[in-house]
């Protein structure tokens, strides 16, 4: 919609017109129907003479006043409302009927299946305050921001400054009148409303104690887990407060789990909301999942300073924002939690998923041109997150820790409460550290595309090394090396395990490095060019460390060197140089010794990928069955309650695909089984059906009856997943059918989350081929309808990569589906090009595992 999609250019002439903005927003959410009421005045200095605009979207605007002069509503049009003739000091007021949302921005409205009430919750990132009241939604206009809410007089409200005692008000209702908070980006403004519960607790900052409490939905209240959240926080806080120089900035900081959220957390100003579906925990959660919430707790936190305290001036800056919590959220984890492994599942997971993306033809540079709103759903990615904060790790490692946070803490002091850049950021780093470092970010923040690692070897007849090389592989398309700085390490088998035999520390820089402090030492049964995983690289090992591997990687019992050769043997799959079914074995070889628990979730994920997509077809069914059956046989000999144990069987649940093996799943779901240590819980309860499901065990009948046994919003978005992952062919064409065509308007963000994901999931791929029409044939009609993160999120998942090399032609039709569809919106077009690629890639790799299968 012309207007709707902001852009940096239209940025930067407001912000030359318009300062110094100061809020009194009156929220009434009182009534019953979809929308709600907003009443705005606005306080800005601008330009005398000027004209600009102020948004407003998905509104009835009914009053428009500039300095006392009632102007015509009819003025608002797509979003926005202009602003002509204004004076050095301007009030503006704007009031309407805004609507509630479904698809996880804006106010967004959940009502409770379990108990039928309402709870709202605001997302605004990145310019959806405007739809909530009538804003200048950019992130370098900060303002003041007053907010006054009206609700039910049983509900609480929370917002950015300190929780008030309501007003009581006639008809049941109360008012909540919160004072003005200190300028702060519109993205970062926040209100929360509804029957919230909340666990009650203090911070103690340097500045003395903050009030802290950890809100949630009334029915989970036993769930909040309020204690550990707020243990994490307080360690956070006590670490930020030493390195960055700087007290806590705000009043109070609350921490809220809101429902159908679509990202993990968000850093709204001392009201951080959390994602239910992904870290509050029904039943048991696995290590990786605990560890997880506690990075994602100290991400936010860091936030607090880098990114409301001192905002990015745009959303190129967007990686400087993240990267940086990233980076200081898992190093944190790692230096004042009980996760000190947190560098590992950061290399398992996260940053192994950055790879992916920047080997795509839409890989971009850490820093790189936003050039409008609508862009930014496609800067949130791994390259902005996890690659970022490697490179941030790369700098701390270049310019040494003290210089780094010196550097940190004199840019948080300069731009406290203001906005700043990139060149801004790096020049208080610069001074810190006294050395130049535009060449550093030349390479490193301002090219894309990653490189590969591998070694060069050379022996005596005695076996020892003669020469060491490592030479970096840099893509064709972003021809540029970067330095590293590694350690090299080799690895011996001794008494039935890999040990680190010798170690040598080098930088790499060019094609081509030579190491030779190694020279002389043996050459290894396992040599690691990135051990410890200090730079961002993938890695290729060369045949003997395979071979040994192939043989003995249970033998590798260090959890950063499983991490690493998995990687390793992982990106070389995707990469066509080494056979899915290599790659299969040694996932299912050394999962039940693996030391980490985010690795064992994410290899035993990625193997499923390589069952589906990279794997040749024809051998696709007898190996999925016997990987089932060995996760099986390893889920029995695993210690009983152990971590790995759960992993196991969910890992089981996910290629489950004989009769039997469902079977199986039936058995432990209806208590008919049980595995010692092991309680099927509610979630755990889902992920097995989901299996059942796949595996053609269940029907949409006993789904149902499921659901009727697990009343709850995660058992209505769980339910609504299982459904879609029944193995037949209407079954999917029904969950198509539920996004593409609703009977009654998009359905609810996460069911359609769900909803995608079991439409997707199949145990032979082939079972989507009659839906290939339909879903590249309406895919552009199901995002016109669902916009932004949503449907971004649910066009990935539907996309029939998988289906290579059983469709014939399937590149062609997504090539056909680009040229049809030049004007489609850019954020959809990335991802059809990005499954494009997919599919050329998955096509080698299949070619590869054919021909090792044949050998």
């Known amino acids: 919609m012309p207007g709707m999609n902001l852009t940096k250019q239209e940025a930067a002439e407001r912000f030359a017109t318009v300062s110094h903005a100061r809020y009194a927003i009156d929220l009434d959410f009182s009534g019953s129907g979809r929308t709600f009421r907003s009443d705005t005045t606005v306080e800005f200095d601008a330009t005398p003479g000027a004209s600009t605009f102020i948004e407003a979207a998905w509104a009835d605007i009914d009053v428009i006043e500039l300095n006392g002069e009632a102007l015509d509503p009819a003025l608002h049009t797509d979003g926005r409302i202009p602003l002509e003739d204004l004076q050095e000091h301007?009030?503006?007021?704007?009031?309407?009927?805004?609507?509630?949302?479904?698809?996880?921005?804006?106010?967004?409205?959940?009502?409770?299946?379990?108990?039928?009430?309402?709870?709202?919750?605001?997302?605004?990132?990145?310019?959806?305050?405007?739809?909530?009241?009538?804003?200048?939604?950019?992130?370098?206009?900060?303002?003041?921001f007053t907010f006054t809410v009206t609700v039910p007089e049983h509900w609480v409200v929370v917002?950015?400054?300190?929780?008030?005692?309501?007003?009581?008000?006639?008809?049941?209702?109360?008012?909540?009148?919160?004072?003005?908070?200190?300028?702060?980006?519109?993205?970062?403004?926040?209100?929360?409303?509804?029957?919230?519960?909340?666990?009650?607790?203090?911070?103690?900052?340097?500045?003395?104690?903050?009030?802290?409490?950890?809100?949630?939905?009334?029915?989970?209240?036993?769930?909040?887990?309020?204690?550990?959240?707020?243990?994490?926080?307080?360690?956070?806080l006590e670490l930020y407060e030493s390195v960055f120089q700087t007290p806590y900035p705000y009043e109070k900081y609350d921490q809220i789990y809101v429902p159908q959220y679509n990202l993990g957390a968000m850093e709204n100003i001392g009201c951080v909301?959390?994602?239910?579906?992904?870290?509050?925990?029904?039943?048991?959660?696995?290590?990786?999942?605990?560890?997880?919430?506690?990075?994602?707790?100290?991400?936010?936190?860091?936030?607090?300073?880098?990114?409301?305290?001192?905002?990015?001036?745009?959303?190129?800056?967007?990686?400087?924002?993240?990267?940086?919590?990233?980076?200081?959220?898992?190093?944190?984890?790692?230096?004042?939690?009980?996760?000190?492994?947190?560098?590992?599942?950061?290399?398992?997971?996260?940053?192994?998923?950055?790879?992916?993306?920047?080997?795509?033809?839409?890989?971009?540079?850490?820093?790189?041109?936003?050039?409008?709103?609508?862009?930014?759903?496609?800067?949130?990615?791994?390259?902005?997150?996890?690659?970022?904060?490697?490179?941030?790790?790369?700098?701390?490692?270049?310019?040494?820790?003290?210089?780094?946070?010196?550097?940190?803490?004199?840019?948080?002091?300069?731009?406290?409460?203001?906005?700043?850049?990139?060149?801004?950021?790096?020049?208080?780093?610069?001074?810190?550290?006294?050395?130049?470092?535009?060449?550093?970010?030349?390479?490193?923040?301002?090219?894309?595309?990653?490189?590969?690692?591998?070694?060069?070897?050379?022996?005596?007849?005695?076996?020892?090394?003669?020469?060491l090389a490592v030479a970096e592989d840099v893509p064709v398309e972003h021809p540029v090396h970067r330095p590293h700085g590694v350690e090299i390490a080799g690895y011996e088998l001794s008494e039935g395990t890999f040990e680190r035999s010798w170690t040598v520390s080098a930088t790499l820089d060019g094609p081509l490095t030579e190491v030779p402090e190694a020279v002389g030492h043996a050459r290894p049964a396992l040599l690691l060019v990135n051990d410890r995983d200090l730079t961002y690289a993938k890695l290729h090992l060369d045949e003997l460390s395979l071979a040994n591997l192939e043989a003995h990687i249970a033998h590798v019992d260090d959890a950063m060197a499983q991490a690493t050769v998995l990687d390793a043997l992982w990106h070389m799959t995707r990469d066509g140089s080494l056979a899915a079914q290599r790659y299969i074995d040694a996932v299912l070889s050394v999962a039940p010794r693996l030391l980490n628990s985010a690795t064992a979730e994410s290899h035993l994920a990625l193997m499923v990928i390589a069952l589906r997509r990279y794997l040749a077809p024809e051998h696709v069914a007898e190996i999925t069955e016997a990987a089932a059956e060995r996760l099986w046989l390893a889920v029995g000999e695993a210690e009983p309650g152990s971590d790995i144990q759960l992993q196991l069987l969910k890992g089981y649940a996910q290629v489950a695909?004989?009769?039997?093996?469902?079977?199986?799943?039936?058995?432990?779901?209806?208590?008919?089984?049980?595995?010692?240590?092991?309680?099927?819980?509610?979630?755990?309860?889902?992920?097995?059906?989901?299996?059942?499901?796949?595996?053609?065990?269940i029907d949409l009948e006993e789904v149902d009856h499921y659901a009727s046994l697990d009343v709850s919003a995660a058992g209505q978005r769980r339910a609504a997943g299982v459904r879609a992952a029944i193995a037949t062919p209407e079954a999917k064409q029904a969950a198509w059918d539920a996004l593409v065509r609703p009977a009654d308007g998009p359905a609810i963000n996460a069911v359609q989350f769900q909803m995608a994901a079991g439409l997707a999931r199949a145990v032979d791929p082939a079972l989507l081929a009659p839906l290939v029409d339909d879903l590249l044939g309406s895919l552009r009609e199901y995002y016109d309808a669902n916009a932004g993160f949503v449907g971004v999120r649910v066009a990935r998942l539907v996309l029939p990569v998988n289906l290579v090399g059983r469709v014939d032609g399937l590149a062609g039709r997504l090539e056909q589906w680009l040229a049809d569809n030049d004007d489609a919106p850019s954020v959809l077009r990335k991802v059809v090009v990005e499954g494009l690629d997919h599919v050329r890639r998955a096509q080698i790799a299949q070619t590869t595992s054919r021909m090792a299968a044949a050998s």
């Open 657 to 697: 695909s004989t009769t039997e093996q469902g079977l199986r799943l039936r058995a432990l779901v209806e208590g008919t089984a049980e595995i010692a240590g092991l309680d099927i819980d509610s979630d755990l309860t889902w992920d097995l059906l989901g299996g059942l499901a796949a595996a053609g065990g």
């Open 273 to 467: 909301t959390i994602s239910e579906d992904r870290l509050l925990f029904r039943g048991r959660p696995t290590a990786a999942e605990l560890e997880f919430r506690t990075v994602v707790v100290l991400h936010e936190l860091a936030h607090m300073w880098f990114g409301n305290l001192v905002t990015m001036k745009w959303w190129d800056d967007l990686w400087l924002n993240e990267s940086f919590a990233e980076f200081i959220g898992t190093w944190a984890a790692a230096e004042v939690s009980e996760w000190k492994d947190a560098w590992v599942t950061f290399a398992a997971d996260r940053k192994s998923v950055a790879y992916v993306q920047d080997q795509l033809p839409t890989t971009h540079a850490i820093v790189t041109e936003v050039p409008d709103t609508e862009a930014t759903v496609s800067a949130f990615d791994m390259i902005t997150y996890a690659k970022g904060a490697s490179a941030l790790k790369q700098l701390a490692q270049f310019v040494g820790e003290d210089a780094f946070f010196g550097g940190v803490a004199s840019y948080l002091q300069r731009y406290h409460h203001g906005n700043a850049t990139l060149a801004e950021f790096l020049a208080e780093v610069e001074s810190a550290a006294e050395r130049r470092l535009d060449g550093w970010a030349e390479v490193w923040l301002e090219t894309p595309g990653v490189t590969t690692l591998r070694p060069i070897i050379a022996t005596d007849d005695a076996g020892a090394l003669t020469r």
């Open 90 to 144: 301007n009030t503006l007021r704007v009031a309407g009927d805004f609507g509630y949302r479904n698809d996880g921005q804006g106010i967004h409205r959940f009502v409770d299946p379990a108990d039928g009430e309402v709870y709202l919750y605001s997302q605004f990132a990145a310019n959806d305050t405007r739809a909530a009241f009538a804003c200048f939604d950019q992130p370098d206009i900060k303002g003041e």
């Open 159 to 236: 917002s950015n400054s300190p929780t008030p005692e309501p007003e009581a008000l006639e008809e049941g209702l109360a008012r909540w009148a919160f004072g003005p908070t200190v300028p702060i980006p519109s993205y970062g403004a926040a209100v929360v409303a509804g029957p919230y519960a909340y666990h009650e607790g203090l911070l103690h900052g340097a500045d003395g104690d903050i009030p802290a409490r950890v809100y949630g939905r009334p029915s989970l209240e036993q769930h909040f887990d309020g204690d550990r959240v707020l243990e994490d926080t307080q360690a956070g």
